[in-house]
């Protein structure tokens, strides 16, 4: 059982930056994988950053060059850094895990970003 724990969403103006953070109660050298989605109203969840257990990273094309997925080992946190951000970013961003041999998903309870224009 993996809980995960997000923080650091809020409204933000279009041009502005926001960090992200993960906080997950178990280490995430014992997880598979760990991202970032999003979901805007009306709209289907997305992925948007990944981050590997050897560390390697992933981003969608949607925020390639403006956000960036990092961890902390030692907190066992995952955070997303949002540079640039558009009115079209704002959405519920949702942590996830990948944890196991059956690669079981875990979800963050989500936190809300909005952009204004």
């Known amino acids: 059982q993996v809980l995960l724990v997000e923080s650091g969403g809020g409204l933000v103006q279009a041009g502005g930056s926001l960090r992200l953070s993960c906080a997950s109660s178990v280490s995430i050298f014992s997880i598979n994988a760990m991202g970032w989605y999003r979901q805007a109203p009306g709209k289907q969840r997305e992925l948007i950053a990944t981050?590997?257990?050897?560390?390697?990273?992933t981003y969608a094309d949607s925020v390639k060059g403006r956000f960036s997925i990092s961890r902390d080992t030692a907190k066992n946190t995952v955070c997303l850094q949002m540079n640039s951000l558009k009115p079209e970013d704002t959405a519920v961003y949702y942590c996830n895990a990948v944890l196991g041999s059956f690669f079981r998903d875990y979800w963050g309870q989500g936190t809300l970003v909005t952009v204004s224009s």
């Open positions: 981050i590997s257990r050897g560390g390697n990273t």
